[in-house]
């Protein structure tokens, strides 16, 4: 019966999801549903288990949510996205327009801009581009979340998006871990899903479909100010990039004995991630406004930075939120069964595919890969540190596998960045969903859980 209590919990909390609302409201209400039926009580479990969870979630990755959604509104309101994209469509060429969407998709999710910035940034382009080669509009969604939900955002390492950045703090790692496993998979995944969408084209032109006439958010590529040059452009980005490894290593060799006094114990290990990334965030930032400053002007500036800062609040607080529903139905009876039967799963005898269900599972269930990575991860990674220590396997691996596990599933049709992706382009999950399914769900998930299974039994 207990176990039918988290399930009920947990489809209502699809359901709310996928109805389009708020996750920071119902989360814990699902919770409560699962908590009544094991017939547990609610304000203790609200106040000493929920809340706690949440705000610990917010402590940790609040800084990075903050100073990445500014630095992305920075990016956009420069031109230097619009330039990015357009200097990929240049080099690709029209018959390549697919491979110009894909790529510039995920050069900027790699170079720490957000999703949705992505999205506002890369349509435009891909918009034209799409008109000119007359290839299905249809197919663009898929192009755009392919780049950026995917092989840029988890499997690459040194990727700078929170999907990368929470597992350092679970098994003491850094953003680079796994860097071998991560590259080999990445090249599978982008092989994989350009074949998909290069299938999808050649069969619609075959078949005589072109961009297609009445559709609704039609986008030119219209700007009075000419964006700024490529290579200007990509510097801040790739210094992001390049400052995020220097202050790992640079903090990985400072001694934490000298902050006892101040503020206790401080494991270096667990927070050289997120430490390292908040100095490239700001220096980032710094640079873009030292750059295009003039550019921008300080109303603009201002504009950035608030908009950063308030569109930043939504997205900590939705997967703290999650983390929170998860810390409630770790509790349960139920679920002692329910992971059990995951961490069960011993092919090979390691943690690797276990880890890699979870994850995905989880993630399929919250609609979101941060939250069901944390929530899976908060719960059970020290049942696995244990476990790969038992087998002398680097922990590294751990890493890697549940940050690229944690993106698939994740994206099924109710994750509220699909919903927002395709009210962008003014498409339907009927016309669209199926080129975003096959790349990010089932290409994705597949080769996480493949490469799980070979690092086994290799």
């Known amino acids: 019966m207990h176990e039918i209590g988290i399930l009920i919990s947990l489809i209502l909390l699809i359901y709310i999801a996928y109805r389009g609302y708020s996750v920071i409201v119902f989360a814990p209400v699902c919770a409560c549903v699962a908590a009544l039926i094991a017939s547990y009580p609610l304000l203790p479990l609200y106040t000493e288990k929920f809340m706690p969870a949440a705000a610990g979630y917010v402590r940790n990755f609040f800084p990075i949510f903050v100073l990445g959604a500014i630095f992305g509104k920075l990016i956009e309101e420069t031109g230097m996205a619009k330039s990015i994209a357009e200097k990929f469509s240049e080099v690709c060429g029209a018959q390549r327009a697919l491979y110009a969407i894909v790529l510039s998709s995920a050069f900027l999710t790699y170079g720490g801009v957000s999703l949705f910035v992505t999205v506002f940034a890369v349509y435009p382009v891909a918009a034209s581009l799409c008109k000119k080669a007359d290839i299905p509009k249809r197919l663009i969604p898929g192009c755009i979340a392919f780049g950026s939900f995917t092989f840029a955002a988890t499997f690459i390492p040194g990727s700078p998006q929170i999907q990368n950045i929470i597992s350092t703090r679970y098994f003491h790692t850094t953003a680079y871990a796994g860097p071998v496993l991560g590259i080999v998979t990445a090249a599978f995944v982008f092989a994989l899903g350009m074949a998909w969408l290069e299938y999808r084209r050649s069969s619609a032109q075959k078949l005589g479909e072109g961009y297609g006439t009445g559709h609704t958010n ?131 005898g390691t943690p690797l595919l276990s880890l890699g269900i979870a994850v995905s599972v989880l993630a399929g269930i919250t609609g979101s890969g941060s939250g069901g990575l944390s929530i899976a991860l908060e719960m059970l990674s020290a049942q696995y540190i244990e476990w790969a220590n038992q087998l002398g396997m680097d922990v590294q691996l751990l890493h890697r596998i549940a940050s690229m596990s944690c993106t698939g599933l994740d994206t099924l049709p109710h994750n509220g960045a699909v919903i927002t992706l395709l009210a962008v382009t003014g498409l339907t999950h009927k016309q669209s969903y199926v080129d975003i399914g096959v790349c990010t769900v089932l290409i994705t998930t597949v080769v996480a859980w493949g490469s799980a299974v070979v690092m086994s039994i290799a």
């Not at 990334?277 to 710094?286: D, E, F, K, Q």
């Open 218 to 348: 039609e986008s030119e590529v219209v700007d009075n100010i000419p964006p700024p040059p490529f290579l200007l452009s990509i510097i801040p980005l790739l210094l992001v990039l390049v400052l995020n490894y220097v202050f790992t290593q640079m903090i990985l060799g400072w001694d934490a004995k000298e902050y006892e006094p101040l503020f206790g114990k401080i494991n270096m290990a667990t927070v050289v991630g997120t430490w390292a990334l908040v100095i490239a965030l700001i220096i980032g930032n710094l640079l873009v406004i030292a750059m295009f400053g003039k550019r921008l002007g300080v109303e603009n500036i201002k504009k950035c930075i608030n908009g950063g800062a308030i569109g930043s609040l939504l997205a900590v607080l939705n997967t703290a939120s999650e983390v929170g529903y998860g810390s409630i139905i770790s509790q349960l009876p139920g679920f002692k069964t329910l992971s059990g039967a995951i961490t069960s799963i011993r092919v090979g």
